[in-house]
């Protein structure tokens, strides 16, 4: 069972920018997922990497965040750019091991804040 630990979030202002890391225990030969989850709200998947290097985005993100992933230091990253104060949630990564829709692993999460 792959292991994930999240990092780099934080508080910023919007417009501003945060890259977020998602560090796993084995090589990433999988689905992953990016995933929020604000205080009320359902948690919603806002970035996918498919196995063959495919990136799926929801609308409210695309054209401002880019999921990426380096093989050689089992990561895979989410880039925030221009952050609204929507952003503002507790984000996950996820690991869907099948690709087959189920996301079975996750990480603890990592808080992000964005302030006018």
């Known amino acids: 069972q792959v292991q994930l630990v999240e990092s780099g979030g934080g508080s910023v202002e919007a417009g501003g920018s945060l890259r977020l890391s998602c560090a796993a225990s084995t090589y990433l030969d999988y689905c992953m997922g990016w995933f929020r989850q604000a205080p009320g709200k359902e948690r919603e998947r806002v970035a996918a990497?498919?196995?063959?290097?495919?990136?799926l985005y929801t609308d409210s993100v695309k054209e401002r965040f880019t999921t990426s992933k380096d093989n050689a230091k089992n990561t895979l990253y989410l880039q925030m750019n221009n952050m609204k104060l929507e952003d503002t949630a507790m984000y996950y990564c996820a690991a869907d091991t099948y690709c087959s829709g189920d996301y079975s692993n996750w990480g603890q999460g990592t808080q992000v804040t964005v302030s006018s």
């Open positions: 990497f498919k196995r063959d290097g495919r990136t």
